[in-house]
T-cell receptor, first 113, second 111 residues
Framework: NAGVTQTPKFQVLKTGQSMTLQCAQD?????MSWYRQDPGMGLRLIHY???????DQGEVPNGYNVSRSTTEDFPLRLLSAAPSQTSVYFC????????????FGSGTQLSVL | QQPVQSPQAVILREGEDAVINCSSS?????VHWYRQKHGEAPVFLMI?????EQKGHDKISASFNEKKQQSSLYLTASQLSYSGTYFC????????????FGKGTLLTVNP
């Protein structure tokens, strides 16, 4: 099993550009989520999904869009990148029962100039 | 709303003990603990469900006080490998299963 796969690992954008961060998992996890990590701020939830066709906002959703057309994939879209979106992004997934841990991808370092 | 972790940072000598606290303003269904090394993804340590249970993982254990909406992580006889940032993640129940993390506690263990 590959687990949670994120691409790309690194990305540099110019202000106003758009891009999609890809996330895929092969563990048949219902729950998938995106976090951003900034120094001193911990892991902040951007968007999450509990199944195909179901998404909801987390703590910091502004400037990001998501969709969940399949169980496996949960892409994160930046429609018009801003310098404030410079961060490390983690995708994570889990089953939805009790005692189910979160599996993290390896992260994407995004810089917006 | 992020749970509150304390302390923000702690420095230990090898063999010393530490306690990291996590508290929430909302009722908790479960508390997760993860450790992150620099430049890596967070790694799972343990989950505690409401009911006041206590769990252990090697010399790392945790407790969960549902009434106080708090959890504590205990690191005993710390090793160099324990260095990293510790995050608690809280789940408030319901059907959304979302996990909200605190800002983390940076633990440094020196020889």
């Amino acid at each position: 099993n590959a687990g949670v796969t994120q691409t790309p690992k690194f990305q540099v954008l110019k202000t106003g550009q758009s891009m999609t961060l890809q996330c895929a998992q092969d563990m048949n996890h219902e729950y998938m989520s995106w976090y951003r990590q900034d120094p001193g701020m911990g892991l902040r939830l951007i968007h999450y999904s509990v199944g195909a066709g179901i998404t909801d906002q987390g703590e910091v959703p502004n400037g990001y869009n998501v969709s969940r057309s399949t169980t496996e994939d949960f892409p994160l879209r930046l429609l018009s990148a801003a310098p404030s979106q410079t961060s490390v992004y983690f995708c994570a997934s889990r089953l939805t029962g009790a005692h189910e841990k979160l599996f993290f991808g390896s992260g994407t370092q995004l810089s917006v100039l | 709303q992020q749970p509150v972790q304390s302390p923000q940072a702690v420095i230990l000598r090898e063999g010393e003990d530490a306690v990291i606290n996590c508290s929430s303003s909302k009722a908790l269904y479960s508390v997760h603990w993860y450790r992150q090394k620099h430049g890596e993804a967070p790694v799972f340590l343990m989950i505690l469900l409401k009911g006041g249970e206590q769990k252990g993982h090697d010399k790392i254990s945790a407790s969960f006080n549902e009434k106080k909406q708090q959890s504590s992580l205990y690191l005993t006889a710390s090793q160099l490998s324990y260095s990293g940032t510790y995050f608690c993640g809280t789940e408030n129940g319901g059907s959304n299963y979302k996990l909200t993390f605190g800002k983390g506690t940076l633990l440094t263990v020196n020889p």
